[in-house]
Structures are given as structure tokens and as C-alpha cells.
């Protein structure tokens, strides 16, 4: 498993127009629920079923090369858990799951949220380096590991 | 009996009695004069009698009697109307001159009869006039201290005087009125929205305090005072008051014997209660009183309503008048709407906060006008730094704030650090060093530091503080 550093700041939706996943019209649609009701562009895209969260995930992927993880397989050492706070996961949608040395890999809903990116690397003052996973599989983790914390 | 004829005859009238031994010492000269012409000679002897004198001076005195008498019967009635006139005339109206004449002193005595009757009658008109004029009189004074009393209150309510000012005067105009010498009043808590005893003035007001009123419970609905304020009307608790248990215990906790309660309402609204009363058992209220104390509690009602007008109006303003930034009581709900968006957006959202270093100094030295001038530029250089997504505020004194939607830590200190930059620049070219000012700023950003607005404010409150003792004109994070 080769992680992947972040290569653009690309949004979501321009992104899966260009695989054809959805038309500008879905994506102008999406923004307009998104300011309303709010959440995350993916997460609208799926509510919306104009997407499927695997589309996304491999929108990302194949564009980005962003590696996708199937968070459902996967264990995660609870001292990795504590190097981000709870709320900051829950608001950006990641989750860490690995650290070695001074290099965090995270797994994130959105890895192209720099910010996100940027703040886990300031709490952390690790390197960060991120993975691709649904959001459901992200908030079911987070529930799990850090409820167990 | 005569001797008081005598006197009214001869003592009440002395120019008329002269006039009259005048005419009457003449008649009996001229008489004697007469009888002496017809009879040279008197002292010889007529048809055999020796002396024809004493005859004569007996027929002269007789005649002088009668004409006497005549004389005292046309002069006594003039004397007697006289005498009543004067009296008549020194006021006393009741008199009557008795004359049983048909003459012309008869209908003299009748026509002054008349005429004092008519006066009496005139002057007992007037007395009526001057009663009713004298309660018309107490009446408007009566009106004019009611008005002037209200004007005085809606002076205060108009010249924005502090609400306990106004209530103060309120309470002290009710021992103005109805005998009263004790009042208080019941008000809202705004806080709590609990019925309170708020002030109380007048004789037992000490007493009052001291036995704990303030802390009386009032329920809505419930006891008398409860009741009462529900009513929207004014009740009086006079004599007349049928006793219930209720007002057995209002009178017992008040301390009073009479009382006027009238509700503080207005469109609707209950503020509370305006209770005046007094330790007079027999006191027995009346529509005039009820009239005072209703508009007493509606200018009340009044001042309540424009106070909590004023309150709403701070709660609406969002901006600072000196420097046309944000207020402090905006930023704070607009930071904590922003963090809602943030967290729905899945972004971050940072709060920036700046002090101005040494600023208390600078005002010492330069006074309040500089600073004043100082605050408005550093206001421009925030103005002119931040994006229209971005919301800049002056958060206390002389400290800033900025709320930067969508940014995090990295971004919200390169702008923090450029406004840093920024005032140091312009004020770096002052002659006297105490005039460069320079800031300090910390960045908190959310979800890392906090995740609602008073955390944010919390947490860069402390790296302020540890900016600003480092030495400030730094921004820490």
C-alpha cells in the first residue's frame, strides 16, 4: 500500500464531470442542496444518488491516484486514534490510521480538502499522507475507535 | 321699656332729635309769641277770673304735647328703619323692619324689607357660586398636581433617564395622592421572568426591607397580588372591602389598612404591579383616586416598554460607532453562525484576535482624542485588509477581532500577519516613539482550538496574552 501526497486542489465536482460521472447541471444542483442543507459535496452527491460513494472514491483515485482503503477491513492502533482530536475528524471527515515515524496516513472522505490536511499536519507536526474511503466508512470508524478511546 | 325708647328715640339719632327740639322750641315760641299778641294783657282779670295765664300756658302745653306726639310717630319709624338700615347694611341680611303703616314710612320700611330680601337672596347665590368655584378650584389644583405629576414622569421617560430613576419618582408620585404613605412596586424579573418586589417608598419602606418583602413569592394567578395583576384593572381595598383571607394577608405582609393596586400593563403585556397604600381603616377610594393611580401605572408601563426598546435596539446594533467595525455582541453570534457553516461545509473556520500594545499608555500620554484617532486608522487598516467573506470587529477598548470563514490556521495568520505588518507600518514614521503603535494577534481556529464561538474567543484571549507578554507586535497561534 503506497501512499499518495495530495497533487491538486481540484474540487469534487469538477472532477467527477470530467469522468462523467455526473453533468455541470447535477453539480449545480448539488452546490445549491449543499448551501441549504449543508454536508459534505461527495455526501450530497450520494444523497442525491447522483453518485455512489465507490464512484467517488474512484473518481479520486484514478485521477489522483489517491489509494482507496476499505476502512471495514482495517484495524487501527488507538495511539494513532488519540494524534487527532475526535472533533477535528468528525468536522473535516478523516480519519488516521497509521503513523510511522513522523508521517501520519490519514484516510479522508475528501483528500482534497488542503485544509484539512494542512491543520492535521499542524496538531500532528507529522507529514501527512492520505488515503481515499467512503465517508459512511469514515463516520462508522470514528464512532468505533473513538467511542472505544 | 322707656328708658330704652328714650334712648333709641333721643341717643340713636342726636341730629334728627335736635332738628326736632329745634322745630319744636320754635313752634312754642311762635305759639307763645301768637297767644301774647291776642292777649296784651294776660296778667289782669277776664270775666271775673283774676289771670288768664296759667289757662293759656296750659292750652300751649297741650298743644306742644300733641305736636310732640305727632312729631315722635312720624319720627320714630324713620329712627327704627334707620337703625335696621345700618344694621342691615353691616351685613345682617335676616333683619326685618316691622312697620304696620300704610303710609309712605310704611311702604319705606316695606321697600327696604324688599330690597334686603332680594340682596340676602343675591348674597346667598353667591355664597352657593363661591362654594361651587371653591371645589372647582380644588378640582383643577387637584388636576394640575395629577398633570404636572405625569409630566414630570414623561419628561424623565422622554429625556431616556435610567429606568430605577423613573420607577423611583413613579412610586414617590403615589404618596402625592389619596392620602397615601406607602407604595411599591411589583415588576418582572427580565432575566428570570419572575414577579419581584422592585422598590418600595414611603413611611415603612425600612421596615418593609427588613422583614424580608424583596423576597416575597408571587405567583401569577395566585394570592391576591397574583390575581390583581392578571386583572389589567385598578382595585381599591378600602372600608367598604369586604374581608377575605386574602386581603387579610396582603394587609398584614404590606403593613396597611387601605391600598390601591393598579396592574402595569401595556397592549397586553404584564410588567407587574403598582400597589399604594395607607393605615387609614376608614379610607374609602374613590373614581378620582382609581383615575391617579391607573395613569401612574401606565406611564410606568411606559418607561418598562421603552427600556425594553432601548435593550432590543443594543441587541440589534452590530456596529461600533467609532470605527464602523463590527461590535462585539455581533461577532460573537456571527463567529458562532460561521463555525454552524463551517462544520456543514466540512471547512475550518478562524478566529483572529488583536490587541493594540501599550494602548493605555498611549492615551494616558496623548489623551482621548489621539486614541480615539489612533483606533479610527487601525479600524481603516483592518477595513482595507480582509475580503468581503471576511468580518473584522472591534472586539473590547482597543482590542480588534477578525472571523475568517473558511480559512485555517496557515491562511488566518498570513492575513493576521500582514495587518501586523500594516499598523506597525503606519505608525512607524511618528517622531515620538510612544506614538508607533504596534499589535499583538493570536489565531484560533476551528475544530482545532474549539468548537463553538466562546471557545475560539477563550483560547485566542490566552495566546493573546502570551503574544503580548513575549513583548508584543507578534501574532501567535
Not at chain 1, 495530495?6 to 447535477?26: F, N
Not at chain 2, 397615601?180 to 415588576?187: A, E, K, R, V
Not at chain 2, 383615575?291 to 441587541?315: C, M
Request: net charge neutral.
Amino acid at each position: 500500500m503506497k501512499p499518495y501526497k495530495r497533487a491538486t486542489t481540484k474540487h469534487l465536482g469538477e472532477l467527477l464531470v470530467e469522468r462523467g460521472v455526473i453533468d455541470k447541471e447535477q453539480v449545480s444542483m448539488a452546490v445549491a442542496y449543499q448551501k441549504e442543507k449543508g454536508g459534505l459535496f461527495g455526501e450530497v452527491l450520494v444523497e442525491l444518488k447522483f453518485a455512489t460513494e465507490e464512484d467517488i472514491a474512484q473518481a479520486l483515485t484514478a485521477q489522483y491516484g489517491f489509494p482507496y482503503l476499505p476502512l471495514s477491513s482495517y484495524e487501527i492502533d488507538l495511539k494513532v486514534i488519540s494524534a487527532v482530536p475526535e472533533h477535528v475528524c468528525r468536522q473535516f471527515c478523516l480519519i488516521p490510521i497509521d503513523k510511522i515515524g513522523m508521517s501520519l496516513t490519514l484516510a479522508m472522505a475528501d483528500p482534497l480538502n488542503v485544509q484539512a490536511v494542512e491543520d492535521v499536519e499542524l496538531i500532528t507536526s507529522c507529514a501527512v499522507q492520505t488515503f481515499v474511503g467512503t465517508a459512511s466508512d469514515i463516520k462508522e470508524a470514528i464512532d468505533k475507535y473513538y467511542k472505544s478511546k | 321699656m322707656v328708658k330704652i325708647y328714650f334712648r333709641k328715640l333721643f341717643l340713636s339719632s342726636k341730629k334728627l332729635k335736635n332738628e326736632l327740639r329745634i322745630a319744636l322750641g320754635l313752634i312754642t315760641l311762635i305759639l307763645l309769641v301768637f297767644l301774647g299778641y291776642l292777649f296784651p294783657g294776660l296778667d289782669s282779670s277776664l270775666f271775673g277770673v283774676k289771670s288768664v295765664l296759667p289757662f293759656i300756658a296750659f292750652v300751649a302745653l297741650f298743644i306742644v304735647v300733641i305736636s310732640f306726639l305727632i312729631i315722635i310717630q312720624i319720627v320714630e319709624p324713620v329712627i327704627k328703619i334707620s337703625n335696621e338700615a345700618r344694621l342691615m347694611a353691616g351685613g345682617d341680611w335676616n333683619r326685618v323692619i316691622e312697620l304696620a303703616r300704610e303710609d309712605e314710612i310704611g311702604e319705606l320700611g316695606m321697600a327696604l324689607n324688599q330690597m334686603t330680601r332680594r340682596i340676602k337672596d343675591n348674597v346667598e347665590q353667591l355664597r352657593d357660586f363661591s362654594k361651587q368655584t371653591e371645589s372647582i378650584n380644588l378640582e383643577v389644583n387637584r388636576r394640575i398636581l395629577i398633570l404636572s405629576s405625569l409630566i414630570e414622569i414623561s419628561n424623565l421617560i422622554a429625556q431616556s433617564t435610567d429606568l430605577e430613576v423613573i420607577l423611583k419618582a413613579g412610586a414617590d408620585k403615589c404618596l402625592e395622592f389619596g392620602g397615601m404613605n406607602f407604595s411599591c412596586l411589583i415588576l418582572r424579573d427580565r432575566a428570570t421572568n419572575e414577579f419581584k418586589v422592585h422598590l418600595i417608598s414611603g413611611d415603612k419602606s425600612d421596615q418593609l426591607i427588613e422583614s424580608g418583602i424583596k423576597g416575597l413569592e408571587i405567583k401569577l394567578g395566585k394570592g391576591l397580588i397574583g390575581k390583581t395583576i392578571l386583572k389589567q384593572d385598578v382595585t381599591i381595598i378600602d372600608s367598604k372591602t369586604e374581608s377575605s383571607s386574602e386581603i387579610s394577608e396582603f394587609k398584614k405582609t404590606f403593613l396597611v389598612d387601605s391600598a390601591i393596586l393598579a396592574p402595569i400593563t401595556s397592549k397586553g403585556n404584564v410588567f407587574g404591579l403598582l400597589i399604594a397604600g395607607n393605615n387609614d381603616s376608614h379610607f374609602t377610594g374613590s373614581s378620582a383616586d382609581k383615575e391617579v393611580f391607573y395613569l401612574i401605572s401606565k406611564q410606568i408601563a411606559i418607561a418598562v416598554t421603552n427600556d425594553i426598546l432601548k435593550d432590543e435596539i443594543r441587541k440589534l446594533e452590530v456596529t461600533d460607532h467609532l470605527t464602523g467595525l463590527f461590535n462585539n455582541t455581533f461577532t460573537r453570534k456571527r463567529l458562532n453562525e460561521e463555525i454552524k457553516r463551517a462544520v456543514s461545509l466540512q471547512q475550518p473556520c478562524s478566529f483572529a484576535l488583536f490587541s493594540i500594545d501599550r494602548f493605555e499608555e498611549f492615551r494616558d500620554v496623548f489623551g482621548y482624542i489621539a486614541a480615539e484617532h489612533a483606533l479610527i486608522t487601525i479600524g481603516n487598516v483592518f477595513k482595507e485588509s480582509i475580503s468581503k467573506d471576511e468580518k473584522a470587529a472591534r472586539f473590547g477598548d482597543h482590542e480588534f477581532a477578525l472571523i475568517l470563514s473558511a480559512k485555517n490556521k496557515r491562511e488566518s495568520i498570513k492575513i493576521a500577519e500582514e495587518i501586523r505588518k500594516k499598523i506597525e507600518a503606519g505608525f512607524a514614521k511618528e517622531e515620538d516613539p510612544r506614538k508607533r503603535l504596534t499589535c499583538s494577534g493570536a489565531i484560533a481556529e476551528n475544530p482545532i482550538d474549539g468548537v463553538t464561538a466562546e471557545e475560539l474567543i477563550l483560547k485566542s484571549g490566552v495566546i493573546l496574552a502570551e503574544a503580548m507578554n513575549k513583548g508584543g507586535n507578534g501574532i501567535m497561534h
